[in-house]
């Protein structure tokens, strides 16, 4: 489970991050047998099928003499693994791995009872998609599939002599069994389904993780900066943000803890790192207008060059009991004395370029491959680097973007009220140019957003108009920063 993962730059980069992924590979293996555990335990216990769930039959009803496989059995596993293998290519491609944050929450019960009708249409509409397919695939290359796991069954002798081609064929038109079939890849779906539903729901849940702790904001506040791990940091970004927007008891305590100095407060700490988060956002934003500045190289330092001096050491030891270490190999030209003279004139040229090693022909024909693969339009339109992708890039920690906006503007607009100390009155300029700053540059890279992030601005929003209605009447007195000057008018007059 993940709160946000990063986004590749192209379509390409993503399918190969998937399909190179060890998780991926674990999710498919996973699906696929347990799709082949549940629909065998549908035929096995609910409709006492012993016949289907047998491997090897006897071709004539005896108990002896060869086998062969059965293919009734044989394709209602084939059919139980597309069905996992195409569930799990589903999951990762939808990534459904991440938490869902959805904009409007109900209660746990309700949300599972308001969605089992779509979780069980959407179920059967795949079990009978992956079955027609599995079908008429089976029909054209059933004798191959049979071939081949009889060729793996009997190697190493493990299950003895198998028969290579079988003598009970498939049962094609036998309507029980197929119907049975399609209602077990139900199961199997509105288990799978059913469960990333349940899971989605419990993990959407914001709970306040920390009261139960004494020193329960520290908890918090350590967890907001624990940016390592993204699923703490947002753990505890959804706490802060439920703790802002509906637990009136905790935001009092919160106001109410004044840490060891004035600048140590819980609200001066949480405020921070909220802000932090949007900050970074509009860097993020300002490095795709003016890029990012290359670091000036380190000037070289040139080292002095100290001449040895020359000169005679004399050692007080047996010269002829110990070898000579680091020997100079002298220049041998005894071989040359009896040549013609003519032939040292000529010199010598040595290439100072760097010699390549001969390639192999399968490397150049992979190289040939590849360049012949990336003419190919599809391939081409998949490497494409998007404007859509790059502004998805962008906001791919949008769940945490959402709850520290939610989070600053709940905690400023009622801290009118529930604000003894008056702390966060005096942070209300700096609240507010954040989110007016975020509002602008967001509306400065974004003209047409993806459906995904379309809530975001509206969070900005939202939350700069909670701010204007709790201090309506003393508007005129906050000052913001003057190039935010004009913005924030009209957010006080409602024009936004």
């Given at each position: 489970?993940?709160?946000?993962?990063?986004?590749?730059?192209?379509?390409?980069?993503?399918?190969?991050?998937?399909?190179?992924?060890?998780?991926?590979?674990?999710?498919?293996?996973?699906?696929?047998?347990?799709?082949?555990?549940?629909?065998?335990?549908?035929?096995?216990?609910?409709?006492?099928?012993?016949?289907?769930?047998?491997?090897?039959?006897?071709?004539?009803?005896?108990?002896?003499?060869?086998?062969?496989?059965?293919?009734?059995?044989?394709?209602?596993?084939?059919?139980?693994?597309?069905?996992?293998?195409?569930?799990?290519?589903?999951?990762?491609?939808?990534?459904?791995?991440?938490?869902?944050?959805?904009?409007?929450?109900?209660?746990?019960?309700?949300?599972?009872?308001?969605?089992?009708?779509?979780?069980?249409?959407?179920?059967?509409?795949?079990?009978?998609?992956?079955?027609?397919?599995?079908?008429?695939?089976?029909?054209?290359?059933?004798?191959?599939?049979?071939?081949?796991?009889?060729?793996?069954?009997?190697?190493?002798?493990?299950?003895?002599?198998?028969?290579?081609?079988?003598?009970?064929?498939?049962?094609?038109?036998?309507?029980?069994?197929?119907?049975?079939?399609?209602?077990?890849?139900?199961?199997?779906?509105?288990?799978?389904?059913?469960?990333?539903?349940?899971?989605?729901?419990?993990?959407?849940?914001?709970?306040?993780?920390?009261?139960?702790?004494?020193?329960?904001?520290?908890?918090?506040?350590?967890?907001?900066?624990?940016?390592?791990?993204?699923?703490?940091?947002?753990?505890?970004?959804?706490?802060?943000?439920?703790?802002?927007?509906?637990?009136?008891?905790?935001?009092?305590?919160?106001?109410?803890?004044?840490?060891?100095?004035?600048?140590?407060?819980?609200?001066?700490?949480?405020?921070?790192?909220?802000?932090?988060?949007?900050?970074?956002?509009?860097?993020?934003?300002?490095?795709?207008?003016?890029?990012?500045?290359?670091?000036?190289?380190?000037a070289p330092v040139r080292k002095e060059?100290?001449?040895?001096?020359?000169?005679?050491?004399?050692?007080?030891?047996?010269?002829?009991?110990?070898?000579?270490?680091?020997?100079?190999?002298?220049?041998?030209?005894?071989?040359?004395?009896?040549?013609?003279?003519?032939?040292?004139?000529?010199?010598?040229?040595?290439?100072?370029?760097?010699?390549?090693?001969?390639?192999?022909?399968?490397?150049?024909?992979?190289?040939?491959?590849?360049?012949?693969?990336?003419?190919?339009?599809?391939?081409?339109?998949?490497?494409?680097?998007?404007?859509?992708?790059?502004?998805?890039?962008?906001?791919?920690?949008?769940?945490?973007?959402?709850?520290?906006?939610?989070?600053?503007?709940?905690?400023?607009?009622?801290?009118f009220n529930e604000d003894p100390f008056?702390?966060?009155?005096?942070?209300?300029?700096?609240?507010?140019?954040?989110?007016?700053?975020?509002?602008?540059?967001?509306?400065?890279?974004?003209?047409?957003?993806?459906?995904?992030?379309?809530?975001?601005?509206?969070?900005?929003?939202?939350?700069?108009?909670?701010?204007?209605?709790?201090?309506?009447?003393?508007?005129?007195?906050?000052?913001?920063?003057?190039?935010?000057?004009?913005?924030?008018?009209?957010?006080?007059?409602?024009?936004?």
């Amino acid at each position: 489970i993940l709160v946000w993962k990063p986004i590749p730059s192209s379509n390409a980069s993503e399918l190969m991050n998937k399909v190179s992924s060890t998780d991926t590979w674990i999710a498919i293996v996973a699906h696929a047998l347990t799709g082949v555990g549940i629909v065998r335990s549908y035929f096995q216990i609910l409709c006492g099928d012993t016949y289907n769930t047998k491997i090897f039959v006897h071709p004539h009803s005896d108990k002896y003499g060869l086998r062969q496989l059965n293919e009734d059995s044989l394709f209602i596993n084939i059919y139980a693994i597309a069905l996992g293998v195409t569930y799990a290519i589903r999951y990762i491609n939808e990534n459904r791995c991440i938490v869902n944050t959805s904009s409007v929450r109900q209660p746990p019960v309700m949300a599972i009872k308001l969605s089992a009708a779509t979780v069980l249409y959407d179920s059967a509409r795949w079990a009978a998609i992956v079955f027609g397919c599995t079908y008429f695939s089976f029909l054209f290359f059933g004798g191959i599939v049979y071939r081949i796991v009889a060729s793996v069954a009997t190697f190493g002798n493990f299950f003895g002599i198998i028969l290579y081609a079988p003598v009970i064929r498939f049962s094609w038109l036998d309507l029980i069994m197929l119907t049975r079939m399609v209602l077990g890849g139900t199961v199997a779906m509105v288990s799978w389904n059913m469960g990333d539903r349940v899971l989605d729901v419990y993990y959407a849940t914001r709970r306040v993780i920390t009261k139960d702790y004494k020193n329960s904001y520290e908890c918090l506040i350590n967890g907001l900066r624990d940016d390592k791990h993204p699923f703490i940091q947002g753990t505890a970004f959804a706490e802060l943000a439920e703790i802002a927007t509906k637990r009136p008891t905790e935001r009092v305590a919160l106001f109410n803890d004044l840490g060891t100095n004035n600048n140590n407060t819980a609200w001066i700490q949480v405020s921070r790192e909220c802000m932090k988060v949007l900050d970074t956002l509009c860097k993020t934003i300002d490095i795709e207008y003016t890029g990012v500045k290359p670091a000036a190289a380190p000037a070289p330092v040139r080292k002095e060059e100290v001449t040895p001096l020359n000169r005679i050491e004399l050692k007080d030891m047996n010269v002829f009991s110990k070898p000579k270490t680091n020997p100079v190999v002298l220049d041998d030209r005894t071989g040359t004395l009896f040549t013609h003279a003519s032939t040292h004139n000529g010199t010598t040229v040595i290439s100072t370029q760097p010699v390549e090693a001969p390639k192999h022909l399968v490397f150049k024909l992979l190289k040939d491959a590849q360049k012949q693969v990336a003419q190919v339009p599809w391939v081409q339109e998949m490497s494409k680097v998007t404007a859509e992708r790059k502004i998805r890039r962008i906001f791919s920690n949008y769940p945490i973007l959402l709850w520290s906006t939610q989070s600053l503007g709940s905690l400023t607009a009622a801290s009118f009220n529930e604000d003894p100390f008056g702390l966060v009155q005096r942070d209300i300029s700096k609240v507010l140019d954040t989110l007016i700053a975020s509002v602008m540059d967001i509306e400065r890279l974004i003209r047409s957003p993806p459906s995904a992030y379309k809530k975001l601005p509206l969070g900005l929003r939202e939350a700069i108009y909670q701010i204007v209605t709790a201090f309506r009447g003393y508007t005129d007195e906050i000052r913001v920063s003057a190039k935010y000057a004009k913005k924030w008018e009209s957010f006080v007059e409602f024009r936004e």
